[in-house]
């Protein structure tokens, strides 16, 4: 690389720092105004309540590395007497169960995503830009589901499961959680705000429907797409209530039900049960630590951030 194309680099590398700055210090002034008192307030206020969201998170780390008397002994100490131990990790990855739940849970995870994001938009599409009979009974039947508790909807969704005879299967994990008219509505309405003439233009050439929808409107809604892949994937990761309902069989249980079974003859084993928590944790986290931008900004598209 020659001398000036350093040089270059160097410069566009500073004006980018420069414009985030001064983004970052725009933003502040309209959150916060011009007040160093309130900024300050703002900012102990945070680190208060990112103090009192991490401390669990640190009791189960550090409890991960205890023996189990130590975990379980009173008074509850952060550094026990007998110091530190990775044995209950040597067990959890002897045991390797914690793997299995973790591809089990990823496996339903990402069909979920996949699924629900395929339904989502067509559906959104189809209630943003087409017009047919009883289209606005639809729509206010799908923003009427939002309000409605999943947990209603859990026995008639097992019996509907038994009648198919997908209980203990993943067809029965997977297809309940595929149904999200929040989704529905959120791509709906980002699909309001794509000007028109865009499709005009791609008509005129000749697009079809389905091709409107997949050369055109779905590649300029990736921030939109991004953003609902995020939500449903965590959401999907997490899902204890479903998956704990309709599995029985060890090998399809996800990390979640699994971890709910963590126990001897003696009970509940706390401390290998939160070492298997941190493993489960680990590939979220490193999701979180790679893509923190793009959920960030996943936030803000879907208006989630109280924007």
Do not use: C
């Not at 699909?191 to 000749?206: L, M």
């Amino acid at each position: 690389m020659s001398a000036e194309s350093v040089v270059t680099f160097h410069q566009a590398r500073s004006r980018t720092r420069a414009e985030r700055k001064a983004e970052i210090r725009r933003t502040r002034g309209l959150l916060l105004g011009q007040s160093k008192v309130a900024r300050v307030v703002a900012f102990l206020i945070l680190a208060l309540f990112a103090f009192s969201w991490l401390l669990p998170l640190a009791w189960a780390l550090d409890t991960s590395f205890k023996t189990e008397v130590q975990a379980q002994s009173l008074p509850l100490q952060w550094f026990p007497d007998g110091g530190f131990t990775l044995e209950n990790y040597r067990t959890v990855f002897a045991r390797g169960e914690v793997f299995t739940w973790m591809g089990n849970t990823f496996f339903i995870a990402a069909a979920v995503t996949v699924i629900t994001v395929i339904i989502s938009a067509l559906a959104g599409y189809a209630f943003s830009r087409t017009v047919f009979r009883g289209r606005k009974a639809l729509l206010a039947l799908t923003i009427a589901l939002i309000m409605v508790p999943g947990q209603i909807l859990i026995v008639p969704l097992f019996k509907e499961m038994v009648l198919f005879n997908a209980v203990d299967t993943f067809a029965g994990v997977i297809l309940p959680q595929t149904i999200a008219p929040m989704m529905v509505y959120i791509f709906k309405q980002y699909f309001d705000q794509v000007p028109q003439e865009i499709e005009d233009a791609a008509r005129v050439d000749g697009a079809s429907n389905w091709r409107l929808f997949w050369n055109v409107i779905l590649p300029i809604s990736r921030p939109i797409v991004a953003a609902v892949a995020i939500f449903v994937f965590i959401g999907a990761w997490n899902n204890f209530m479903w998956p704990f309902i309709v599995t029985n069989n060890p090998d399809l249980m996800t990390l979640p039900v699994g971890l709910s079974t963590v126990k001897n003859a003696y009970g509940t084993i706390y401390a290998q049960t939160m070492a298997s928590a941190m493993i489960a944790a680990l590939p979220l986290t490193i999701l979180f630590m790679l893509f923190q931008r793009q959920i960030i900004k996943a936030v803000a598209t879907t208006g989630l951030g109280g924007q």
